[in-house]
């Protein structure tokens, strides 16, 4: 099997108007959809409960069918799928879940060419990037696409986002750089080394990250405080911020 764990650190970094910084310990799943029958074992459960889990209609639409889901999403931008893909994503930790991004990967001849993110917010919405990646290096990629959602109270939905995305079977890093008005506001980056998609991974991950997902809602609460103490201006959601688009 193929599917891994990718074990490491999450970095943010927000420039102007004032710096401000944290990294904490973050894991994420890589799914191989050309084997995703397989995703299962004694302590995770594929469309069902355990100590770990995927769900479908987590990602990109309702189906129960999460390949049905993917080519519905690339119908909508006029493409097909590909031999080989991978979506890179936070599992469910004891039925719960929350997923600030989580990316698709189309590759061709083995070379990611084409990523979807598919970011959430706090506030119920979601919206999916396109962003066509082209090599930058030694199996590192980048593209870039024009910001759409409201993600923080501290930021503008306007701007856009240069990805970049290094992947190898021993190593992803995923970073993402906002730009407004040619000026950098914000980092977020992930860097993880390869873990086994196996039972004892699972508890080692879940003993270490225990109810990520619940961390990850509680984290982000304390640095909008924090944020928010340095006297940032505050900027609310409208609407369409607040559905799922795709």
């Known amino acids: 099997m193929s599917h891994t764990f990718f074990e490491g650190k999450v970095y943010h970094k927000r420039y102007t108007p004032k710096e401000h910084?944290?990294?904490?310990?973050?894991y994420l799943l890589d799914i191989d959809l050309s084997q995703l029958d397989t995703l299962k074992n004694r302590l995770f459960s594929l469309e069902g409960f355990n100590l770990f889990s995927f769900k479908s209609r987590d990602h990109f639409g309702q189906s129960n069918d999460f390949l049905k889901n993917v080519?519905?999403?690339?119908?909508?931008?006029?493409?097909?799928?590909?031999?080989?893909?991978?979506?890179?994503?936070l599992p469910r930790v004891a039925n719960f879940v929350f997923n600030p991004i989580s990316i698709l990967i189309l590759f061709e001849d083995n070379t990611p060419t084409l990523l979807f993110a598919e970011v959430h917010n706090y506030n119920g919405g979601r919206v999916v990037?396109?962003?066509?990646?082209?090599?930058?290096?030694?199996?590192?990629?980048?593209?870039?696409?024009a910001k759409d959602m409201y993600v923080s109270p501290f930021l503008e939905t306007k701007g856009e986002y240069l990805f970049f995305l290094t992947y190898t079977k021993e190593e992803l890093s995923l970073k993402i750089d906002l730009f407004e008005e040619g000026e950098k506001k914000l980092t977020a980056a992930f860097t993880g080394k390869a873990r086994l998609f196996a039972s004892k991974s699972i508890l080692r991950l879940f003993t270490r990250h225990s109810f990520?997902?619940?961390?990850?809602?509680?984290?982000t609460l304390w640095q909008i405080l924090k944020l928010w103490r340095k006297g940032l201006t505050w900027y609310s959601p409208t609407p369409s911020d607040q559905i799922r688009r795709y």
């Open 129 to 145: 990037y396109p962003v066509k990646l082209r090599a930058n290096g030694t199996h590192t990629y980048k593209g870039k696409a």
């Open 212 to 219: 990520l997902t619940l961390w990850v809602i509680t984290r």
């Open 71 to 89: 080519d519905e999403l690339l119908k909508r931008f006029g493409l097909v799928a590909t031999q080989k893909m991978h979506f890179i994503t």
């Open 21 to 26: 910084a944290f990294t904490y310990p973050f």
